[in-house]
């Protein structure tokens, strides 16, 4: 463990996901990228991801900073998108989160299309 308190590592003991709770109490269970508001409807908590805002392939670090409370519809869009690409000043969390926001927008509509194309019924609480 390297000891940096202002970045810990997503596993410090070797259990990914000890900051889940971490990151959802952060965000006060509202998902950064749709807004959904997980406090507000108990089907939403199943679809609760923690999210690499910039992604782990992209040599996004893995600390809390980098982490997110994202959901099933949104990362699943996201995909390996890196807002920190093409950009040259390092951005803050809150200005890569909002370019994440306006590259997930105009790609819900398609989504729930495509998921409700197999399902029948898109959960939309996931979308
Ligand atoms: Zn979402």
Redesign the pocket.
Known sequence: MDGNIATPKIAPNGKPGDWFWVIALRSGGV??????DATQDPRLLS?MRMEHIIPLCCDGPDVLENLAL??????AMKGKWNPAADTIAPLTREQLIEKVRMY?EPRRAYYAAWVKSFSGAPDLA??
């Open positions: 998902r950064v990228y749709c807004g959904l679809c994202g959901c099933a519809g949104c990362n997930l996931c979308i």
